[in-house]
């Protein structure tokens, strides 16, 4: 019975990864898609559930200077919507730590720019509900992943079909 649960799975994670590779492009400005780095999983925690979405990983990098880049996208009701308050406090952000976040905005989509001393720099922005793009880079800048992400909505926003996520 596992192996025909792990051949079902591996069936639906095959075809998801083939409908859904358009949505991350091969090339973003000077960043090119490492070979093999793209992996699309479906939430499906048993075969009486329904499908609670999807996550597609996407990894870039970029030759000179060095630089690597993470895409995120993720759909559904399993990851739900990003959550953006108003405001955030200068001293702790959101949670307490060592992170600063600050609220922007990406093409008129709310977003969330995590700043941790520790961990690369993310952006989370929210595309529209259940579905959040997240960029995080040690090698890139706030102005860099809010340039990214911009090319993303916009090439969205330019080819909309009933599988890309674009509102």
Not at 23 to 31: I, T
Not at 67 to 81: A, F, R, W
Request: contains cysteine; glycine residues 4%.
């Amino acid at each position: 019975m596992r192996r025909f649960k792990f051949f079902c799975l591996a069936f639906y994670f095959f075809r998801v990864s083939a409908a859904l590779a358009f949505e991350l492009p091969d090339k973003l400005q000077d960043w090119q898609a490492v070979k093999d780095s793209f992996y699309a999983v479906s939430l499906i925690p048993d075969a009486n559930s329904k499908d609670l979405g999807k996550i597609i990983y996407k990894n870039y990098q970029h030759e000179t200077p060095r630089g690597y880049l993470e895409i995120i996208l993720t759909s559904g009701d399993g990851p739900g919507s990003l959550y953006v308050p108003e405001s955030v406090k200068e001293s702790k952000g959101v949670m307490p730590s060592d992170s600063s976040y600050e609220i922007l905005n990406v093409l008129d989509k709310k977003a969330l720019l995590e700043n941790n001393p520790y961990l690369p720099l993310v952006l989370a922005v929210a595309v529209k509900d259940n579905v959040i793009l997240n960029l995080e880079s040690p090698s890139l800048n706030k102005d860099e992943l809010i340039k990214i992400a911009e090319e993303i909505l916009f090439l969205w926003n330019s080819t909309k079909s009933d599988s890309s996520p674009a509102p």
